[in-house]
T-cell receptor, first 117, second 112 residues
Framework: AQKVTQAQTEISVVEKEDVTLDCVYE???????LFWYKQPPSGELVFLIR??????QNEISGRYSWNFQKSTSSFNFTITASQVVDSAVYFC??????????????FGKGTTLSVSS | EAQVTQNPRYLITVTGKKLTVTCSQN?????MSWYRQDPGLGLRQIYY???????DKGDVPEGYKVSRKEKRNFPLILESPSPNQTSLYFC???????????FGPGTRLTVL
């Protein structure tokens, strides 16, 4: 069965520290997509990135970077020089093909990141 | 502004009283979905819909109904709510799947 594991339940860092959020997934599909979402204290879910299984290039967007390693089924997320505004719950998700009706997102249980000043 | 809206945002109700949570998107998205979020369990899919009149069950459909009569709307219906349906509910839409899903602001439901 498809599964996403975020082993780190909570992480606390001090501002300007770098932090990596781990995500490990299981899937039988050869084509799949991986996502990261952010949920700040206000509660909304904010899309951060989508990566397909054929694209293993690392991606950097400002202070955010993602490391996708198919060999270890991991899609880790690093925040460089963390800021208080990065405090949120971060979810990793995997697309699961259901049927012609489409796909579903299988979410990990989330990692709560607290950044203190 | 492109968005997914949900109403109500907060609802306190009693066991057995039928309720509907509305969801509407203005992006002409084909794919819509409902999730519930519970502490320690993350988000779990309830129902999804690929297009008008095409719906299917997700991981936790028991106690819920949906309909997709129009492309933009995807209401979630609880015919006889129970306390274990107390949760935070999110509606989401995407152009197709498995593209980026846009989430609504969430509906916090308490069933007493």
């Amino acid at each position: 069965a498809q599964k996403v594991t975020q082993a780190q339940t909570e992480i606390s860092v001090v501002e300007k520290e770098d932090v990596t959020l781990d995500c490990v997934y299981e899937t039988r599909d050869t084509t799949y997509y991986l996502f990261w979402y952010k949920q700040p204290p206000s509660g909304e879910l904010v899309f951060l990135i989508r990566r397909n299984s054929f694209d293993e290039q690392n991606e950097i967007s400002g202070r955010y970077s993602w490391n996708f390693q198919k060999s270890t089924s991991s899609f880790n997320f690093t925040i460089t020089a963390s800021q208080v505004v990065d405090s949120a719950v971060y979810f990793c998700a995997l697309s699961e093909y259901l049927n012609q009706a489409g796909t579903a997102l299988i979410f990990g249980k989330g990692t709560t990141l607290s950044v203190s000043s | 502004e492109a968005q997914v809206t949900q109403n109500p945002r907060y609802l306190i109700t009693v066991t057995g009283k039928k309720l509907t949570v509305t969801c509407s998107q203005n992006m002409n998205h084909e794919y819509m979905s409902w999730y519930r979020q519970d502490p320690g369990l993350g988000l779990r899919q309830i129902y999804y819909s690929m297009n008008v009149e095409v719906t299917d069950k997700g991981d936790v459909p028991e106690g819920y109904k949906v309909s997709r009569k129009e492309k933009r709307n995807f209401p979630l219906i609880l015919e006889s709510p129970s306390p274990n349906q107390t949760s935070l509910y999110f509606c989401a839409s995407s152009r197709t799947s498995p593209n980026e899903q846009f989430f609504g602001p969430g509906t916090r439901l308490t069933v007493l």
